[in-house]
């Protein structure tokens, strides 16, 4: 009854939810062991991004959700899994749009999106798909064919369809891929020049570490109790019981906690924090504010910028106005930029000198037009505080994500399903007490096979993730990316597989018509998303309740079985099957590339030997595959060094030992790298540098609302949407957006009117929350919500459901990372008119 009420009050969690067999052509190498276990199981093991659970199965069907028994704080959103595997708009068969079926790849693109669909049998849909990828081959070239897929779907180490397609495509004779992602675009290309690793997802500082020591934590434009609920992977939600005993140790000691946020966010409002009001994208400025303060008044720390940083002398000119702008970045300049007082800028400046200071950046302020400046500046403000490798001090950029923070067991690492590899950090090449515990790893299906033939010389390019629109459009484009100069490739058709670009991408208007630059859209999916219904040819595939496979936690402290409880939903067939059959069109030996000569089910338990194995040499038990399949996961235990690890300590205590991954194997403020790129948008250090829209622009006259657009409650990005979990805030059937009660007096608006958003990118309705929770001059609308526009396929139209990314500007952060945006000048008005249906979660028109 305790965990219950502790649930409550953290997620409020919502009350409980109340087919053809598989075809498959796979390989018979290796008998499964799991067959002799019950194909189907009344409670059978499963995991998701929410966390890993038990489905209960009752007369064949999925119908409700058990949570994993060691999960604590399990998610609400859990419980949306059934109604999403019946949705109205699940996909149960091949279908391909009317007018490609009749004229293939010289059909009226425009007609995507607003066309029929024409359903057709399994072989049909195989073999157009590889006649497809061989005409586009043999008339343009592998670079032609886009692969790069994204997205978050599968968490299975088996059924991962971005590394699955990728893999076949491989094999089949090329494709262009993609780098970095959307969520962590800017700090995945900045942090490595500053610290040496990827400080998206190095490990952090131990929350008991940060219990036991820390005096004042700052979330600075993170909300972890909001973002910890889901993970790329599986959640294991550790990091609840540890914000629970930090709650209860700041009453017994006083810790501070600050919010440095446009909103009010719910880890505010769990720690009763003291609510920092900035304009959105004006945190550099803030920062650099706060460091002028701590330099001009002596109070920053000497010893630690000269021992542990390079470059300080380059900054410091530019801090004090010595450089080529001649401004100093005073309190003062920081508040008429930022909007917090320039008091209150020195009092925190001098207050976080003062105390054991945690600074916990999360990932909103990077997706922003420079958003690589904004963590080097967080990395910067905490060297000159001199806490960093300190019991309870310093800064953490992962404790936003799921179980940052989280003591590191002996269990599981690596992530199958990233195609970035992360950055150490301070750990180093040397061994020590503070160093994680060592580890097994849970490996999955690669991108690359293993057996031999043409496809292990190919090369894949890369563009960046959220440059796809302006390859398109631009074709032979150079551009700058990273230190190099890439050249955008005429593409010409493009496989998507477990992602909803039609979701994650900005200015959907501009991206409706850059996609028929495509000749060809495939997509491999599940339910009738805004992508799928822009697609030519839609393959249906599984959920992960309707297949086998195996995963990890998050945190590295369980392996998962996934098991299979329940048929497949029509005709829909598992990933690794679909690309298998594809590549039969190809031959055998292109087959037998993408098998290795393993059935799915010999792949399932390859991947738990793999790590059984390496378990075995590390000292850590685990148990035969057979047993792990029965009990459904294998828990690894945490040291408890592991929970007193803090990050850079290693570094802090022997700079030569344990040298960072940077040329000075220091922290470098100033990079010389990045100086010798000789870029406009990112200077050689930190910089305040405008943003293309602020409030404090030119745009902001006719556009006066800062539109915010942070990870929504209720769902993973667009996932879950299509179930009942959006009526716990949807208003009158649409998006939310919180106003400020002042800027809604000023339209007329009141709570629970439907309003429009817009700006000269597009317009959207959604539905109004007026709350003193955001601050005035902004508004917020998470992302995620399923695009469903009045006039389908035609840009312009209005969506009458509220994607926010409709009005989002599809603007690089930079040459250096060329990433995404997140935010936006709009304006909102009451919305008059007759209210239009939502059609987006039935299925389209289908031919049968």
């Not at 194997?665 to 010389?672: A, D, L, P, Q």
Request: glycine share 8%; aromatic share 10%; charged share 25%.
């Amino acid at each position: 009854m305790e965990n219950q009420m502790n649930r409550r009050s953290f997620l409020k969690f919502g009350s409980a939810a109340t087919g053809a067999a598989l075809l498959t052509t796979s390989s018979q190498a290796i008998p499964f062991v799991g067959d002799s276990l019950m194909p189907h199981h009344d409670q059978a093991m499963s995991a998701s991004h929410f966390g890993a659970f038990r489905a209960s199965v009752k007369n064949s069907r999925f119908e409700g959700v058990i949570p994993f028994e060691e999960d604590a704080y399990p998610t609400s959103m859990l419980q949306g899994l059934p109604s999403r595997t019946y949705a109205p708009g699940r996909i149960l068969y091949p279908c391909v749009r009317e007018g490609f079926l009749k004229h293939g790849h010289k059909s009226d693109r425009s007609k995507r999106g607003s066309e029929k669909f024409v359903r057709v049998s399994w072989e049909t849909a195989l073999n157009l798909v590889a006649s497809e990828i061989q005409r586009v081959y043999k008339s343009y070239g592998a670079e032609s064919v886009y692969g790069g897929s994204y997205g978050w779907f599968c968490v299975g180490s088996l059924n991962n369809p971005q590394a699955l397609l990728g893999r076949m495509l491989g094999i089949a004779g090329g494709y262009t891929s993609r780098t970095l992602t959307y969520s962590t675009h800017a700090i995945r290309a900045i942090t490595p020049y500053v610290t040496g690793g990827d400080e998206s997802s190095n490990q952090q500082t131990a929350y008991p570490n940060v219990i036991a020591n820390s005096e004042c934590i700052v979330f600075w434009s993170a909300d972890p109790i909001n973002t910890n609920q889901i993970a790329w992977g599986v959640p294991d939600h550790q990091s609840y019981a540890y914000m629970m005993e930090l709650k209860a140790e700041a009453k017994k000691r006083g810790i501070k906690f600050y919010c440095i946020d446009p909103v009010y966010n719910n880890t505010a409002s769990y720690f009763g924090a003291t609510h920092i009001k900035i304009r959105p994208t004006t945190d550099v400025a803030m920062m650099l504010g706060m460091a002028h303060h701590l330099y001009t008044e002596n109070l920053y720390d000497k010893e630690f910028v000269s021992k542990y940083t390079s470059g300080f002398e380059e900054f410091r000119a530019y801090l004090l106005g010595e450089g080529e702008d001649k401004v100093a970045k005073t309190p003062e300049w920081a508040e008429k930029i930022c909007g917090v007082e320039s008091s209150l800028i020195k009092a925190l400046a001098k207050e976080f000198v003062k105390k054991r200071t945690m600074l916990m950046g999360g990932w909103g302020f990077q997706r922003a037009h420079h958003g690589e400046q904004p963590h080097w500046m967080l990395i910067t403000l905490a060297s000159m505080i001199g806490q960093i490798g300190l019991p309870g001090g310093g800064f953490g950029c992962a404790y936003h994500y799921s179980d940052g923070g989280v003591p590191a067991p002996a269990a599981a690492t690596g992530n199958p399903l990233s195609d970035v590899k992360s950055g150490n950090g301070n750990m180093g090449a040397v061994a020590s007490e503070n160093a994680p515990a060592a580890s097994p790893g849970l490996t999955g299906i690669s991108v690359n096979s293993k057996m031999e033939g043409p496809w292990r010389k190919r090369k894949i390019p890369v563009i960046p993730v959220s440059r796809i629109v302006e390859c398109l459009e631009n074709p032979g484009k150079e551009i700058l990316f990273d230190g190099k100069k890439i050249t955008y490739p005429d593409l010409k058709l493009a496989y998507w597989a477990g992602g909803n670009p039609f979701h994650h991408h900005q200015d959907r208007n501009r991206m409706i018509k850059a996609w028929r630059k495509f000749e060809t859209f495939i997509v491999n999916e599940c339910f009738w998303t805004a992508t799928a219904r822009m697609a030519d040819i839609i393959l249906p595939a599984t959920t992960e309740q309707e297949r086998n496979d195996i995963t990890k936690s998050h945190t590295n402290s369980y392996i998962f079985a996934m098991k299979k409880a329940v048929e497949p939903a029509g005709e829909a067939r598992d990933d690794f099957d679909i690309f298998e059959d594809i590549l039969r069109r190809f031959g055998a030996d292109e087959v037998l590339a993408f098998t290795e000569g393993k059935n799915k089910e010999a792949w399932i338990q390859s991947f738990y030997q793999q790590s059984k194995e390496k378990a075995a040499k590390s000292g850590v038990p685990m148990p035969s595959f057979e047993e792990f399949w029965e009990k459904g996961y294998v828990k690894f235990e945490t040291p408890e060094s592991a929970k007193n690890f803090i990050k850079y300590k290693d570094f802090r205590d022997n700079p030569i030992t344990h040298r960072l991954g940077t040329p000075s194997g220091k922290i470098e403020i100033f990079s010389r790298k990045i100086a010798g790129y000789d870029y406009k948008e990112c200077k050689g250090h930190p910089s305040w540098m405008e943003p293309m829209e602020w409030l404090g622009s030119s745009v902001a006259k006719e556009f006066p609302l800062n539109l915010v657009s942070p990870h929504p409650k209720y769902r993973l990005h667009s996932q879950l949407n299509n179930t009942w979990l959006r009526d716990l805030e949807e208003v009158q059937g649409r998006e939310p957006i919180w106003i400020n009660p002042k800027d809604a007096q000023k339209r007329g608006i009141a709570n629970g009117d439907v309003v429009r958003i817009f700006n000269k990118r597009g317009a959207i309705l959604g539905g109004a929350v007026v709350t003193d929770y955001v601050m005035e001059g902004v508004v917020r609308m998470q992302e995620g919500a399923w695009y469903d526009p009045v006039e389908p396929g035609k840009a312009g139209s209005l969506c009458k459901h509220g994607d926010v990314n409709v009005l989002i500007a599809d603007i690089p952060t930079s040459e250096l990372a060329q990433g995404n945006q997140a935010t936006a000048l709009v304006e909102i008005e009451k919305y008059k008119g007759t209210l239009p249906p939502i059609t987006v979660f039935d299925a389209p028109q289908i031919k049968m």
